[in-house]
């Protein structure tokens, strides 16, 4: 592609939505992933005895255990929304833009 079709992809609205979109997508998903994260930690830092807690009496799986394959599985879920969305809303927004890209260069 030549530099003007670039050019004119960047200037179109449409690109702009698909950049202000998914990176508001991406930035909310990052900041859940990192609060959660190092909200752990802290607490594995400052409140240790709770995480070592049986989730009931008698039982072997502590609250620690619980909340980090609670973690674990939740960010295979985001992982999996952030590919529905990119694979449906994203790929369609960027198959728009270079629809329009080709018909302005031909």
């Known amino acids: 592609m030549s530099s003007e079709m670039y050019e004119h ?3 179109n609205p449409k690109f702009q939505k698909l ?3 998914r990176g508001r997508f991406a930035w909310t998903l990052a900041f859940i992933v990192l609060a959660m994260f190092y909200g752990f930690v802290l607490v594995v830092a400052f409140k240790p005895a709770l995480l070592g807690r049986p989730i009931m009496p008698g039982s072997m799986v502590t ?29 369609a927004l960027t198959q728009d833009l270079i629809k329009d890209a080709w018909k302005e260069n031909k």
């Not at 929304?81 to 809303?89: D, F, K, L, P, S």
């Open 19 to 21: 950049v202000a979109r």
């Open 9 to 11: 992809m960047r200037s």
């Open 63 to 91: 609250i620690g255990v619980a909340v980090e394959l609670f973690m674990f599985i939740f960010f295979w879920v985001l992982t999996a929304v952030y590919v529905i969305r990119a694979n449906g809303e994203f790929d």
